[in-house]
C-alpha cells in the first residue's frame, strides 16, 4: 500500500485548531447601517472615511459641493490619492445618464439619503421569509429574486 498513514496525518480532534466543523463555519459580518447619516465632515480623515463608507453604500447619496450645488446619485467609484484634489469620486446622477467625476477637495457635505437596495436581504433573511412561507402553507415557494422595491 502506498499514501501517508493514518498517524502522519494533523490531529482533528474535537477542540483542535484543526477542527473541521469549527474551520467551516466562517463569522458572518456585520452591516453598518448609513441610511439617513450626515456624517461631520470638519477634517480630511473624516471625508476619506465617509466616501469610502458611500462607496460601499447600496443606495444613492446626495453631494453638496462647495459651490452650494447638489448631486444626488450612486457612487460606483473612487480613486483615494495622495491628497483631496488628487482623490475623486465617479457618480451616477438619479436625474442623468452622465457619469460625474468629482474632486474630494469640492465635497462640502455628504448624506446618505437614499434607500439601501440591499438592506435585509441578506441569504439569512430570505432562508427565514422562505421557511415562514412553508410553515404556513402559502404564497409562491420560488427561487426567483424579489422586487428591490
Known amino acids: ?6 498517524a502522519d496525518r494533523p490531529s482533528h480532534t474535537e477542540g483542535s485548531p484543526l477542527d473541521p466543523d469549527r474551520l ?4 458572518g459580518t456585520l452591516h453598518e447601517t448609513v441610511q439617513g447619516w450626515v456624517p461631520e465632515l470638519a477634517t480630511e480623515e473624516e471625508l476619506r472615511i465617509a466616501l469610502e463608507k458611500a462607496f460601499d453604500y447600496r443606495g444613492d ?4 459641493l462647495k459651490n452650494n450645488s447638489k448631486i444626488e446619485g450612486y457612487i460606483f467609484d473612487r480613486v483615494a490619492g495622495s491628497s483631496l484634489s488628487t482623490s475623486f469620486v465617479r457618480v451616477l446622477p438619479q436625474d442623468s445618464n452622465q457619469k460625474l467625476k468629482i474632486a474630494y477637495a469640492d465635497i462640502a457635505a455628504l448624506a446618505f439619503t437614499g434607500k439601501d437596495t440591499a438592506a435585509g436581504k441578506s441569504w439569512e433573511a430570505w432562508v ?3 421557511w415562514g412561507k412553508k ?3 402559502g404564497g409562491d415557494l420560488s427561487l426567483q429574486p424579489e422586487s428591490l422595491d
Open 135 to 137: 410553515a404556513s402553507g
Open 1 to 6: 500500500m502506498t499514501g501517508p498513514r493514518h
Open 128 to 130: 427565514r421569509k422562505y
Open 61 to 64: 447619496v446626495t453631494i453638496t
Open 24 to 27: 467551516e463555519v466562517a463569522p
